[in-house]
């Protein structure tokens, strides 16, 4: 590039607009003058202020924005920047339409508008296109014989725009933290995935998240990069942000490769059904010991997924004597965390040691101990409050006990026995969060006797007993003696509901309304005097 030409691009900073203008007719003259010249796309991005923010230059048909950051400059989702961007005529067009990658841009970052100026050969101005976003539509495009024709007062359209988008914005549910889009891609059939994404939805709600809308796709296979494939990702990202959520969330595990491909697609959040668990157990745990597990399951899980593009980083650190490359911040980052994963496995010895010594306190006394175990939300802290009129947190969310409690109960033998709450399971419970939550499940090698709790109203109901009996297998447990009690039997209305309950071969009980209790208790008598 010549310096001439360096300097006309640089003039352009010089230019201001009045506010209430989308463009003067000098800022449009220069732009078409240094498109000519150089044959190629030229652009600014203007603030609301009329400054010039940014003098981009393109290519002969495409045009590469500056990082432009999260942010967004108003409670209406707008940014406060368009983008003006002149470009050389090639052939001639029935209709002078927007360039598609300018929609993605209006779109994807939230601009306030984009202006496309036709050049004709010679420098001279042709047609133009605005498009700007819509509340009843993704966008919507406006097109101009003549750039004079273009005569609107911006500041009046930017506030009639953002009213109209913030009267059409989702309203925020009390006490959610964030929006988000749910997505499930699957290959089975429907009946298969239909429950898992229901639990996602409840998984989302016990986070405090609220969900705007669920997506979901059934391929003949994943793809292994970004899952839903590029061209899918792209349109899941633009609607994600029309809807005006701030994350996505996939029903499944992403592998660190693709958790970093979908992240250099978009600036949106994005969790895995992993990470969504591991934040409903940082909010649940309370104990010194929960946390410390938490944390533990959080950073083993986040390991091998620090982003691989802060590689290109700055070196920060030296080697010996100030020489040698150093360290990059991504491996200073890692070997921080890996310090931090052994301290933290140190504290939780120290913790399986400390309660080790309390569960050899109560064997010495022979009492017996029987730990409530089952699939999340199928009522166990319930069923632990009615039988040892105990007051442990219970509500219906997923996840609601975390930390591990133990009450006395009397049994009907008047027999002393230690009755011990457990951490809810989950379908696909990674197994990694099986063993940083060793302390809290060691509970149950202990015990004598396994309590199963199993929601009996719960279409899913056999599904997740099953679930819960290979993830105790799954721990050495299959030789421990099991009682199966189906829970919320009170709620379970119609017959065949009741019937395929029934065939799950467990006490029916009601835990809120104390229906069989008593004979739960000596079912639990009975199993204990049998070992």
């Not at 732009?31 to 400054?51: C, F, I, P």
């Not at 108003?74 to 003006?84: D, M, N, Q």
């Not at 209790?517 to 639990?524: D, F, N, R, T």
Request: net charge positive; aromatic share 4%.
């Amino acid at each position: 590039m010549k310096a001439s030409q360096l300097d006309r691009l640089h003039e352009l900073y010089d230019y201001d607009v009045p506010a209430s203008s989308i463009i003067t007719s000098d800022l449009a003259k220069s732009l078409g003058k240094a498109s000519n010249e150089l044959g190629r796309l030229v652009a600014v991005l203007l603030s609301r202020r009329g400054h010039i923010e940014s003098v981009v230059l393109g290519e002969a048909d495409r045009l590469y924005l500056p990082d432009l950051g999260r942010q967004r400059a108003s409670a209406s989702r707008l940014r406060g920047l368009r983008l003006l961007v002149a470009k050389p005529r090639r052939y001639t067009q029935a209709v002078y339409h927007l360039d598609r990658d300018f929609v993605t841009d209006l779109e994807k970052l939230q601009l306030d508008a984009v202006l496309q100026i036709e050049v004709q050969p010679g420098g001279g101005l042709g047609r133009a296109v605005l498009g700007m976003l819509s509340p009843t539509a993704r966008h919507r495009v406006e097109n101009f014989d003549r750039l004079a024709d273009l005569d609107y007062d911006f500041t009046a359209l930017i506030a009639e725009l953002e009213s109209a988008l913030a009267k059409k914005a989702p309203k925020t549910i009390a006490g959610a933290r964030e929006k988000a889009v749910l997505v499930g891609v699957y290959t089975g059939p429907k009946k298969q995935w239909q429950a898992s994404i229901y639990e996602l939805q409840e998984l989302a709600r016990t986070a405090k998240v609220q969900v705007l809308d669920t997506m979901t796709q059934q391929r003949k296979s994943i793809d292994p990069r970004t899952i839903v494939g590029s061209g899918k990702l792209e349109e899941l990202c633009l609607e994600t942000l029309h809807l005006g959520a701030e994350m996505l969330i996939f029903d499944r595990d992403l592998s660190p490769s693709q958790l970093n491909a979908i992240t250099d697609k978009t600036d949106l959040k994005i969790l895995d059904r992993t990470m969504l668990i591991l934040d409903i157990f940082a909010q649940r745990a309370k104990s010194r010991a929960g946390k410390l597990q938490v944390e533990l399951a959080q950073l083993k899980y986040s390991l091998p997924r620090l982003a691989k593009k802060q590689s290109g980083l700055s070196r920060l650190t030296g080697g010996i004597g100030g020489q040698g490359p150093g360290e990059t911040k991504l491996e200073i980052d890692r070997r921080r965390a890996k310090d931090k994963v052994a301290k933290l496995e140190r504290e939780i010895d120290k913790i399986c040691r400390q309660r080790a010594l309390t569960r050899s306190r109560r064997q010495a006394k022979k009492f017996p101990v029987i730990a409530l175990v089952g699939y999340t939300n199928a009522g166990k802290s319930t069923l632990m409050n009615k039988l040892t009129r105990a007051e442990v947190y219970a509500q219906d969310t997923l996840f609601a006990t975390l930390d591990p409690t133990s009450r006395a109960l009397r049994l009907p033998s008047e027999q002393n026995a230690i009755l011990v709450d457990t951490v809810g399971f989950i379908r696909d419970l990674p197994k990694g969060l099986v063993n940083a939550f060793r302390a809290t499940l060691e509970e149950l090698d202990e015990a004598d006797l396994l309590l199963h709790v199993a929601d009996g109203s719960d279409p899913e109901a056999k599904h997740h007993v099953k679930i819960v009996d290979e993830i105790l297998d799954d721990l050495g447990l299959q030789d421990k003696p099991r009682l199966l009690a189906v829970n919320k039997c009170d709620l379970i209305k119609d017959p065949l509901d009741k019937a395929a309950a029934k065939q799950l071969g467990g006490i029916m009980i009601s835990a809120e309304k104390g229906i069989c209790l008593q004979e739960l208790l000596v079912q639990i008598t009975e199993r204990i005097n049998a070992n």
